[in-house]
């Protein structure tokens, strides 16, 4: 089958609006944290998020398009762009018969569709409703903006399988491209639920933090405090390319895709398998689709949101398929500084693998100060503090609820 390497990166992130601020962010140990500010949250239970910083859509569109894109779209469409010109396509001379998009959103326009029920009911029951509505809240409709801005004609489509869903769209490119189906995809995936109904939803299902108090340290992956994740907004884009394809018109490669894992826990809604099971198979099935033996990974990106049961079993799924190695490995949880970016968390995470293979960098989980008794101390969390490592190859898991889980797994290029 054919290789697939990553050409171009993109990030649009609650630690900054391009790459480079993210990884720096990220780096630094940076909490994004703070008021919410794109609603009056004084009523709800939880008063804070990571959002988007100083965000105004008219830096990078026109009234017209902002009007007809989800804010969800438009991070899209700006994580995307910057992995677009990060891969040198906009000189490229490439098939766009061969040159596709997949993108994820786990929920889509939830604002769009959060404001567009309240004007019908604040309006008096009468049926007016934004001719875009339907249009700006599909959750597939930021690929076909996508393909449409360039022209690309291949496989086009949208995955959601809630956090779990820009992981699943980052597989499937990978695999169209093996299967030679395409040449080059811009995947990734995307999310903008900080609303009236994002926020209210969520914290009636007791799964966001309320630590008002202690809002800037509130995501506390694997704390004996933690009391639930924090939400965040944003997007992540990768380029991914046939190896000879990319290698043909020149680009520069940050690492190669060597494997995909997917499975599912078959056992609650919302919670996790309490032992880690499907966890435990996700990696497993992404070992074994790379290959390799489980001692060659150096790094696990967790998806460690800060929930009391979801970290427990990640974290004894860990020790389950790396036995001893797992306490040579770097674990963390960049959920710890980004919130959760639900269905656009695997792209943003894979892009923080991908930045740690290329600079020897491994981001911390920060808040770290007690430890949850249930979880083995000798798991080198890689608390507070980033941590210098050289890394050949690194792992990022994200599951979703309904039982979703994702692992892909990323390697040093060496030619």
Request: negative net charge.
């Amino acid at each position: 089958m054919k290789r697939v390497v990553v050409t171009g990166l993109g990030a649009f992130t609650p630690l900054g609006k391009n790459l480079q601020e993210y990884w720096k962010g990220l780096s630094n140990g940076v909490s994004g944290s703070d008021w919410i500010t794109s609603f009056n949250a004084e009523k709800f239970k939880t008063k804070f998020a990571c959002e988007v910083k100083n965000y105004n859509p008219l830096d990078y569109f026109d009234r017209k398009g902002a009007r007809k894109l989800d804010k969800y779209a438009q991070f899209a469409m700006i994580a995307a762009h910057e992995a677009y010109l990060d891969a040198g396509l906009e000189e490229a001379e490439i098939n766009k018969d061969r040159a596709g998009v997949i993108w994820a959103s786990g929920i889509g326009g939830i604002e769009t569709f959060t404001n567009e029920i309240k004007g019908y009911v604040e309006g008096g029951y009468t049926p007016r409703f934004n001719p875009f509505f339907i249009p700006k809240m599909i959750s597939d409709i930021a690929a076909g903006h996508l393909s449409m801005k360039y022209g690309y004609r291949g496989p086009n489509y949208a995955t959601v399988s809630a956090c779990a869903s820009s992981t699943n769209a980052l597989i499937d490119a990978y695999n169209l491209i093996r299967l030679d189906m395409a040449d080059l995809f811009i995947s990734g995936g995307s999310e903008a639920a900080i609303c009236e109904a994002g926020v209210g939803g969520f914290n009636s299902m007791q799964a966001l933090s309320s630590n008002n108090d202690e809002y800037k340290t509130a995501s506390r992956p694997f704390d004996a405090t933690r009391d639930g994740f924090v939400m965040g907004e944003g997007g992540g884009g990768l380029i991914l390319e046939e190896l000879e394809h990319a290698q043909k018109r020149g680009a520069k490669i940050y690492a190669e895709l060597i494997g995909g894992g997917m499975s599912a826990d078959a056992h609650h809604l919302t919670a996790p398998h309490p032992d880690g099971e499907g966890a435990r198979l996700v990696m497993l099935n992404a070992l074994r689709d790379a290959k390799i033996k489980p001692e060659t990974v150096d790094y696990i990106n967790v998806h460690g949101t800060a929930t009391p049961l979801g970290d427990l079993s990640e974290a004894a799924a860990i020790k389950k398929v790396f036995g001893e190695h797992a306490y040579d490995l770097n674990i963390s949880s960049t959920k710890s500084m980004t919130g959760h970016l639900l269905g656009a968390a695997g792209a943003i995470e894979s892009i923080a693998v991908i930045m740690s293979i290329n600079h020897g960098i491994i981001p911390p989980t920060i808040n770290l100060k007690t430890l949850d008794p249930g979880i083995d101390p000798k798991l080198n969390l890689t608390p507070n503090t980033a941590q210098k490592r050289e890394v050949n190859i690194g792992m990022s898991n994200t599951f979703g609820f309904g039982g979703h889980n994702t692992s892909v797994i990323f390697k040093l290029f060496k030619g």
